[in-house]
């Protein structure tokens, strides 16, 4: 009996550890969609700096031909720095996605092993409450 005690607490402090697990999972998950968020808005910003930068360059066609050579050659710096920014931007938000879908992966593993251990719980406490009922009959007896 204090063997099958043993492993019911053992088993309620494995369940209370994936539960924290599952919590811990569920706030990095948070943690991360959050952080996607922030890139997003980031390649928001881009964008619309981008769009501030070809307003610029129809600016500059109409002034003179050789300020207008200079000020191509310095936007067109500028958008290569834009297109290099955006790319790292997409690369992290591509990586952010990819751990959260790896994150989820985990969390429904955790899931099931909850749940397996739950049943075994369960089965144990069937049992238990068996034997403590074959007890009490054979005393009657």
């Known amino acids: 009996m204090s063997r099958i005690g043993t492993l019911e607490k053992d088993l309620v402090e494995l369940v209370r550890k994936v539960d924290s697990l599952i919590v811990l999972s569920r706030r990095e998950v948070d943690r991360k969609a959050q952080m996607a ?3 997003e808005n980031l390649m928001e910003e881009l964008t619309l700096e981008k769009e501030k930068n070809f307003k610029l360059k129809m600016e500059l066609e109409t002034i003179r031909e050789g300020t207008v050579e200079k000020g191509l050659a310095e936007l067109k710096g500028q ?4 297109n290099v920014l955006l790319r790292r931007e997409a690369d992290g938000k591509a990586q952010m996605v990819q751990k959260i879908e790896n994150l989820m992966e985990e969390m429904i593993l955790e899931k099931e092993k909850n749940f397996k251990l739950k ?3 369960e089965t144990i406490n069937f049992v238990s409450s068996g034997a403590s009922t074959n007890a009490a009959a054979a005393s009657i007896d």
């Open 79 to 82: 958008l290569e720095s834009m």
């Open 37 to 39: 968020q922030k890139i």
């Open 119 to 121: 049943m075994i719980l």
